[in-house]
């Protein structure tokens, strides 16, 4: 069982910035990326960046230039700053962690329970 644990969220006018905070927790034998995705209403969850072990990182386009994924591979913890932000990047966010759980074991992915970003004057 692994926990992903978010923070940072909440409410910003546009233009200006917040930092995502994710931990992982449990049993863990190594986690090979991690990762932001968003889910504003009414629309399907999407990918907003991820990163690997060797720090390789992909952004969705719309992020590309405003936001900043980094990860800390000892303590198992990723982090997304976020600047410039606009309304349409309203959305709950959500961390995810692609993790081997113990030696030997496949690859699963693990959700953290979502924070509230809400970019508006």
């Known amino acids: 069982q692994v926990q992903l644990v978010e923070s940072g969220g909440g409410l910003v006018q546009p233009g200006g910035s917040l930092r995502l905070s994710c931990a992982a927790s449990?049993?863990?034998?190594?986690?090979?990326?991690m990762g932001w995705y968003r889910q504003a209403p009414g629309k399907q969850r999407e990918l907003v960046a991820t990163?690997?072990?060797?720090?390789?990182?992909n952004y969705a386009d719309s992020v590309k230039g405003r936001f900043t994924i980094s990860r800390d591979n000892a303590k198992n913890t990723v982090s997304l700053q976020m600047n410039s932000l606009k309304p349409e990047d309203t959305a709950v966010y959500y961390c995810?962690?692609?993790?081997?759980?113990?030696?030997?074991?496949?690859?699963?992915?693990?959700w953290g329970q979502g924070t509230q970003v809400t970019v508006s004057s």
């Open positions: 990163i690997t072990s060797g720090a390789v990182t």
């Open positions: 449990g049993s863990i034998f190594s986690i090979y990326a």
């Open positions: 995810n962690a692609d993790t081997v759980v113990a030696a030997g074991t496949p690859l699963s992915d693990y």
